[in-house]
């Protein structure tokens, strides 16, 4: 069979497939699929939950089949309401178009964008008329709406529901009718709204396409992995820091891992995890560090964490990132929880805070305790460290 018409490339790591038999009789003809899978610019940056899709995609697109990516401009406005527990709030124009920036250069990182066909989803909904939405709009039943585990979450527990988060499985399937897509791919969370891309192009006479489904990982706290819960990692995390939180992760979720974000054949990763933990995890941290900054940054960062772990050395300084603040230094200093949050160790001043009081912050080696401590421009190249990997080093002056 060629690749072309090879089922396995997509039912590796799978949840859902609907229906695989229509996916068979779909590659019979050894024709490319039209496959399609939709972000939403709600953030500004990618992480390894989107890579999940990214790399599925890329595997499909490797056999030949055409990757169709929608980027959704239109559908941001209106927030995914898919695993969401209270209502979403509206994005506007600007914050979208802002957050576009990075997109399209991030999934760059996994797909070849030469042979990817991107289209937003605003070319069909910024030219539908009120009627148009309205018709729209009627495809759908209330009791069919609420039928999606979110609403009936929400509705239990009397949590508000915003009308207009019934039009985003609308506004996704036809995004699916207006790209004639094959098969669509998405998170576990996702199945309704492929489902309804599914019922709302047969309606308008298309072939319903193939549903595939893909888990959703964790982050490093356990919860879903997500830039607002600060648990994530981003595709574009410097190769050593997404190296150290790879092996940050519980040794549990490592068979998933390597299933979704490695192409390592089945039998050599049933032997790595067969064998001592640490070890396989190195593995798995080094696979997915290659995977989005190429295999010489894996393998650096991989002799990086030995050298400052095992061997407890700190790194070197060209392996540090580093910061200049500009113009932003006081004369007077700045207190050490808000350098913390401008130079990227904390997501916020109140965790800056209590990391400095729970003694895991260092200023050149020595352990600081006082939050508020102003620190002025440093004379010289000045190390912070948070934790055991994280690390940035203050530049004097502008750089």
């Known amino acids: 069979m060629s690749e072309l018409g ?24 050894g024709r490319p699929l039209r496959v399609k899978f939709g972000m939403d610019p709600s953030s500004p940056d990618l992480h390894l939950g989107h890579g999940i899709p990214l790399l599925k995609l890329r595997a499909l697109q490797r056999c030949g089949h055409q990757v169709v990516l929608i980027v959704g401009d239109a559908t941001a406005m209106v927030g995914d309401p898919s695993g969401r527990n209270k209502l979403r709030p509206q994005l506007s124009r600007a914050e979208v178009e802002a957050n576009l920036e990075t997109y399209t250069a991030q999934a760059g990182r996994v797909l070849d964008m030469e042979r990817t066909e991107v289209r937003r ?35 239990r527990e009397n949590a508000p529901i915003g009308i207009h988060e019934f039009l985003y499985p609308l506004m996704q399937g036809w995004d699916s009718v207006q790209v004639r897509a094959d098969v669509e791919l998405g998170g576990t969370d996702q199945l309704f709204n492929l489902l309804v891309g599914r019922e709302l192009q047969r309606a308008e006479g298309q072939p319903g396409q193939v549903c595939l489904t893909l888990p ?13 819960y600060g648990n994530a990692i981003g595709l574009t995390d410097p190769a050593p820091e997404m190296f150290g939180k790879v092996m940050s992760l519980e040794d549990g979720v490592m068979e998933g891992w390597f299933t979704l974000l490695t192409e390592l054949p089945e039998d050599e990763r049933r032997n790595l995890l067969a064998g001592h933990p640490r070890a396989a995890k190195a593995r798995l941290a080094e696979e997915i560090t290659t995977e989005f900054h190429g295999r010489a940054a894996g393998a650096a960062a991989r002799e990086a964490f030995d050298r400052q772990f095992r061997d407890k050395q700190r790194p070197g300084d060209a392996e540090i990132p580093l910061v200049s603040l500009g113009e932003e230094w006081p004369a007077a200093g ?26 895991g912050v260092r200023m050149d080696d020595e352990v600081v305790r006082e939050p508020m401590l102003a620190v002025c421009r440093p004379e010289r190249t000045l190390i912070l460290q948070v934790g055991k990997r994280r690390f940035a080093r203050i530049a004097p002056d502008p750089v």
Request: proline share 3%.
């Open 6 to 29: 090879d089922t396995k490339p997509f039912a590796r790591g799978a949840v859902d497939l609907i229906e695989e038999r229509e996916l068979v009789e779909r590659l019979a003809p």
């Open 121 to 155: 989803n605003s070319e069909w909904f910024d030219a539908m008329g009120f009627a148009e939405v309205l018709q729209l709009a009627s495809r759908m039943t209330v009791a069919r709406m609420i039928e999606r585990d979110t609403f009936k979450k929400r509705m």
């Open 216 to 228: 959703l990982i964790n982050g490093l706290d356990g919860r879903k992995m997500s830039k607002s």
């Open 334 to 359: 700045l207190p050490l929880a808000v350098l913390l949050r401008k130079v990227g160790l904390a997501s916020s001043s109140s965790e800056a805070r209590r990391l400095v009081e729970q003694g």
